[in-house]
């Protein structure tokens, strides 16, 4: 019994032993590791400048196309046109007339001018626009859409059925100065008045001079008198007898007569 004992007390002799040694090779071995500190690297540069102007970029922001060099600044514009651009190319294009009433009015008068918006194509051309200055004048009335004064123009937007046509008439009042042109062009895109430029013959230019008036001669009255008196120079009167005929004929024979009887007399006292 004592041996059972003997041989209980070595196995928790050793047991214990064993996990000393467990803990002391632990400790060896978390000695040998050297202690090191944790490494924290610096921000690094990510740019070097912050440039403006020379890229584009897309979104809610202001948008710029460069100017050289020309093929890309042309693919630019035409990409910045956007839908907006490629709807007006699909519109129909309408022929535009600018003619005044008179080429010609005295100075300070009025004259009426005509503004005529044609779409002779099949389709409806909506929201079709034209411009034109300020003149001084009536207010334009357009026979379809509106007309609005924004700044120094007057632009007129409506649409225009197929075949159809808008006109827009004002009097313009004609130059108080003498030789002076009142000029009027309009512009529209998708039409044939582009980029009008005055002048010629061009029918988005509306061109009136003024002219000054002579003073007419006030009119004769007709002279009171006798039938067959001459009415003027290089005119022959007519033959006839009247009062003052006859006493003019009277004093000449009367006259006659004296001279007959002086020469008498005068022979009488010769002899």
């Not at 005295?106 to 626009?129: E, F, L, Q, Y």
């Not at 008196?229 to 009367?254: C, F, H, K, V, W």
């Amino acid at each position: 019994m004592w041996v059972r004992q003997v041989m209980g007390s070595a196995r928790r002799i050793g047991g214990v032993a064993m996990a000393t040694a467990g803990l002391a090779a632990g400790a060896l071995g978390a000695a040998a590791v050297p202690a090191a500190a944790d490494v924290i690297e610096p921000f690094a540069k990510r740019y070097d400048e912050s440039p403006y102007g020379d890229f584009r970029t897309t979104g809610n922001t202001v948008m710029g196309c460069p100017t050289t060099p020309a093929d890309r600044a042309a693919r630019c514009a035409t990409a910045a046109d956007g839908e907006a651009k490629e709807k007006e190319r699909k519109q129909p294009p309408v022929k535009i007339t600018n003619v005044p009433a008179q080429r010609a009015a005295p100075v300070c008068s009025s004259v009426k001018n005509t503004i005529t918006i044609k779409n002779p194509s099949g389709s409806t051309r909506t929201g079709a626009t034209a411009s034109w200055q300020v003149t001084p004048g009536s207010k334009p009335v357009a026979s379809s859409g509106t007309v609005t004064e924004q700044g120094s123009k007057y632009v007129w937007k409506g649409d225009v059925r197929p075949h159809g046509e808008v006109t827009v008439t004002q009097q313009v009042k004609v130059s108080c100065t003498a030789g002076q042109v009142r000029v009027s062009t309009v512009t529209a895109p998708g039409s044939n008045c582009p980029r009008s430029a005055p002048g010629g013959d061009d029918p988005c230019t509306s061109a009136v001079l003024a002219q000054r008036v002579q003073a007419r001669p006030a009119p004769q009255e007709p002279r009171s008198g006798p039938v067959g008196r001459a009415d003027g120079p290089g005119q022959l009167a007519e033959t006839g007898s009247n009062s003052d005929t006859m006493l003019y004929a009277g004093l000449a024979i009367a006259l006659c007569a004296l001279g007959a009887l002086a020469v008498a007399a005068a022979r009488s006292r010769r002899d």
